[in-house]
Every structure is written in structure tokens, then in C-alpha cells.
């Protein structure tokens, strides 16, 4: 007697933006793994990341809340272990659950091991680091909080471990799922088998159309040159190729122990990565490069091989592959069940998605940035701060690569009167919209946040 539900190996990178692979029209990117698995696929063009920064996305992945309820409301701020996570749902539903790979919601110290107990959000299997991203000869901690030592490239190793426990639960009666969690493409972006940096020439890397002649990294540090940006898209590319044929190991294991007929298959990311983009670097930005990023769905028989523009949000991705499973969560979460755009051919998704940045922390910090709340609809996207009414609008359909900000063009007034009220309705629903450090106090963060920035020798509110 096999399961009754299907099998789920929700795959997740770290800062892969959508564009990036050859499935989404980059000939740029070696990715034939991806690319043959989104012939058989949903391909969503339009996944957005609601809260572009590892640590918040990771909690919206894993609840389908959005950060207030869930308590990681930036990086190095831990998660709330009394929420819901989708491991718990599943659990009830006779799951064996298992995490694998990079964590990042248990605060700081970044190197510490999670124990047992709520803190590991009902993951059964537990090969995690909370945070490292050095990707060659590193370490993991299991079940047993034992510190794991290895050589090699991280996400092979990971890869090692997941197919380990795809074997393992071959033949079983009890359904699995898995979240396997990679730290690249997320710089550092050298930190890579030379094997596949060779496979890219800086020299003839083709920028995006956004990128300018001088890129900001932060104000204490110069600016970084097209060079620079080519040099870095090397490693990016090569990190994404190495994925690439992880996932294609994978796939094999599945089809070797004949359970790819009855699992779900996901690959996403967290957040994307500007790379010059609009002349910027890193993430927590509302473009283009920075909220969206890559969603293939399979379940052979079951998804609809399919190329959709239709709008998903994180938020939804949790609800919506769970809903896929015939399963959802107990309580009201933040996301709705959207699975109907993964197997039927007229299904709609949202009118917008909300987006934002609490707090600009970090890599933010250091530019100069601000907290932000926005919408993304199918045609544009309307961005705001605490300080203002609006200062970016982009018509993305009329202009993908952002560079025509819209937001005093009077033909566009009313849209932007119509955007905002939507835009206020969902800060009232979901959050406020506070100058950052207002919003630390108001809502009680302000020892977690100087905790987190004493650990980073960073000043404090």
C-alpha cells in the first residue's frame, strides 16, 4: 500500500532571480536540467518575492504569514517557533518531514545549531546550517545538534543528503516532504568549483539593458564597474549551472526509486539579486531583479505543462502546493490557494501582490535605504515610503526594464490615486507604514534588533 497523498520536494535557492536561467530566455545560463524539467512543468513568469530578503521571505515560505505575524521581520531576527509552518500541516496529514540545507530564521549567532524541539518548525530530518555561505568545506548540523564537517561544494554535499532520504523513504507507506534549501547563487559569487566557472567568460557576458556605467555598493565603498558586474554574473552563472545539475541528480534519484509519478517537484528562490540592475547590487528593492524569481511546478499527470504570466506571490506558494496535495493549512494564513494555476489552463491569479521592505538593514543600511511598501500588478508596480506618497511607478509592460519611472507623469494620475488606495489598504491589513526605526519600537523589536546589530558591530536604536 503506497501513500495517499504525493511526495513533496519543494527545491529553493538563495537570491535567484527569475531572468536567470535559459526556461526564462537567458542563452546566457547552461541550464539544461531546469530547462527540461520546465518542458514538463508549470513555468510561472510572474513569482513574486513579497519581501525580497532571506530572512522574511523564508518565513512567508514556510507560514504563508506575512513577517508581523510571523516574527522574523528582517535578517538575523529570529521566527516565532510557536507559528505554523507548512511542515506542521503536513505532519497531521501523516508527512514525515525533512529539512535540508541553508535555515537562516533562528537569529544570531549565524553558525549556531537549532535543537530539537518547536525552533525547527515540525522538520523531522534536520541537516541545517542557520546561516554560512561559504559553500566550499563547511559544516551542518543533524538531528542531534552533531556538527558535520565536509569538504567539497555545499550543495552537492546537500544534494548528497537529499538523495539520501529520497532513497530512504522509497517503498515507505508514510508520504515525505522535503525542503531543500541551497545557498548560491547568493554571492560569494567565486565560491564555486572552477569547473564551472570556466564555462563562462566575463569578457563576453551580455549585461542587462539597466545596468549603468556606475554601480552602487555601498556609501563607505567605491562604486563597482560593468567589469566588476560581468565578473560577478560569472560566478552567479556558474553557481546556477552547479544547481543545475544537482537538480538534474535529483530528478534521477526520484525516477530511480519510482517515486517521481507521485511527487511534487518545486523549484524557487527566495528573492532575486539587482547585479547592477538599475545601478544597484544585492536585493530589498521593489525591481524587477530583486522581487521576482523562478517557479517550475511538476506532478506528472496531474500540473499542466504550461508557460503562465499569471500573478503568485511567495505568500501563496505554501497554501498553493499543499492545495495541490488536497491538504491547507488549519488556521488563516496570509497567502491564498493559487494550485489551480499549476493544472487548469483559464485559472487567475492576483490582481497584485503586496510588496515591502520593513526594515532596511545590512547591505541596505550601508546604501543608504529606506523602508518601502509597494504593488505589483500584471502592467505596474507603485512603491512608497513612510516619507512619501509614492516615488517609483513603472508601466512594466510598456517598459520591462524599469527605466522610465512614471510616478509625476499626469496620464497616469489616476492609476496612481487607484494603486495607493489598494497599496493603503493592504499596509492597514498587514503591517504600518512607519519610518523603520518608528516601526522597530512600535511593534517591540527594538532588543532583537540590538541584539542582532551588536552581534554585526552595527549601531543601535
Same mark, same amino acid.
Request: glycine share 6%.
Given at each position: ?8 520536494? $519543494?527545491? $529553493? ?59 522574523? !521581520? ?40 537549532? +535543537?530539537?524541539?518547536?525552533?525547527? /518548525? ?17 559544516? #551542518?548540523?543533524?538531528?542531534? =545538534? ?8 555545499? +550543495? ?50 551580455? /549585461? ?21 558586474? &560581468? ?17 538534474? @541528480? ?35 528593492? +521593489? ?20 508557460? *503562465? =504570466?499569471?500573478?503568485?506571490? /511567495? ?20 497567502? @491564498? ?16 501582490? #503586496?510588496? $515591502?521592505? /520593513? ?10 535605504? @529606506? ?18 506618497? %509614492?516615488?517609483?511607478? #513603472?508601466? *512594466? ?5 524599469? &527605466?522610465? *519611472? ?5 496620464? #497616469? ?30 511593534? %517591540? ?8 546589530? !551588536? ?7
Amino acid at each position: 500500500m503506497g501513500p495517499t497523498h504525493p511526495n513533496i520536494l $519543494f527545491v $529553493f535557492s538563495d537570491q535567484h532571480r527569475w531572468c536567470d536561467l535559459g526556461c526564462y530566455g537567458n542563452e546566457q545560463v547552461i541550464s539544461p536540467h531546469f530547462d527540461a524539467f520546465a518542458q514538463e512543468a508549470a513555468q510561472l513568469t510572474h513569482c513574486v518575492s513579497n519581501s525580497p530578503l532571506c530572512v522574511p521571505a523564508r518565513g512567508i515560505l514556510l507560514t504563508s504569514l506575512f513577517p508581523l505575524k510571523h516574527g522574523a !521581520i528582517t535578517n538575523d531576527l529570529p521566527i516565532n517557533p510557536e507559528v505554523t509552518s507548512m511542515a506542521h500541516v503536513l505532519q497531521a496529514h501523516g508527512y514525515h518531514t525533512g529539512y535540508i540545507g541553508k535555515w537562516h530564521l533562528a537569529g544570531i549567532p549565524r553558525d549556531q545549531f537549532i +535543537p530539537a524541539g518547536p525552533s525547527r /518548525l515540525g522538520f523531522e530530518t534536520w541537516k541545517t546550517i542557520n546561516c554560512g555561505h561559504r559553500y566550499i568545506d563547511d559544516h #551542518y548540523y543533524d538531528e542531534a =545538534d552533531n556538527r558535520i564537517d565536509f569538504r567539497g561544494y555545499e +550543495p552537492e554535499v546537500q544534494t548528497d543528503l537529499a538523495i539520501d532520504f529520497v532513497n530512504e523513504r522509497a517503498g515507505k507507506d508514510r508520504p515525505w516532504s522535503l525542503h531543500l534549501s541551497w545557498g548560491p547563487p547568493h554571492d560569494p559569487y567565486q565560491a564555486v568549483p572552477r569547473q564551472y566557472l570556466n564555462l563562462y567568460d566575463p569578457a563576453t557576458i551580455e /549585461l542587462r539593458d539597466n545596468v549603468g556605467e556606475s554601480i552602487v555598493r555601498n556609501l563607505k565603498k567605491g562604486p563597482l564597474s560593468r567589469a566588476d558586474i &560581468r565578473r560577478n554574473l560569472r560566478g552567479y552563472y556558474a553557481h546556477i549551472t552547479a544547481l543545475d545539475e544537482q537538480f538534474g @541528480r535529483l530528478l534521477k534519484a526520484l525516477k530511480d526509486t519510482r517515486q517521481l509519478e507521485n511527487t511534487i517537484v518545486v523549484y524557487t528562490s527566495d528573492h532575486g539579486d539587482m547585479l547592477g540592475s538599475q545601478n544597484f547590487c544585492d536585493k530589498q528593492l +521593489p525591481y524587477e531583479e530583486s522581487i521576482r524569481v523562478p517557479l517550475l511546478v511538476q506532478w506528472k499527470g496531474r500540473t499542466r505543462i504550461s508557460v *503562465n =504570466d499569471e500573478l503568485i506571490g /511567495l505568500v501563496d506558494l505554501a497554501p498553493s502546493i499543499l492545495g495541490l496535495a488536497g491538504i491547507s493549512f488549519p488556521n488563516p494564513v496570509d497567502g @491564498r490557494d493559487l494550485h489551480t494555476l499549476f493544472t487548469e489552463s483559464n485559472a487567475r491569479g492576483r490582481d497584485h501582490v #503586496y510588496i $515591502f521592505d /520593513l526594515i532596511p538593514c545590512h547591505q541596505a543600511e550601508d546604501r543608504g535605504g @529606506r523602508e518601502w511598501r509597494g504593488l505589483r500588478t500584471k502592467q505596474f508596480t507603485f512603491v512608497r515610503s513612510a516619507a512619501d506618497a %509614492g516615488y517609483l511607478f #513603472y508601466d *512594466n509592460e510598456a517598459d520591462p526594464f524599469q &527605466r522610465n *519611472n512614471l510616478i509625476s507623469h499626469p496620464d #497616469y494620475a489616476k492609476v496612481r490615486s487607484r494603486l495607493n488606495d489598494q497599496l493603503i489598504r493592504e499596509v492597514e491589513t498587514n503591517d504600518a507604514l512607519l519610518p523603520w526605526e518608528e516601526f522597530i519600537r512600535r511593534f %517591540g523589536f527594538v532588543e532583537a534588533w540590538n541584539k542582532s546589530q !551588536i552581534y554585526f558591530k552595527r549601531s543601535t536604536l
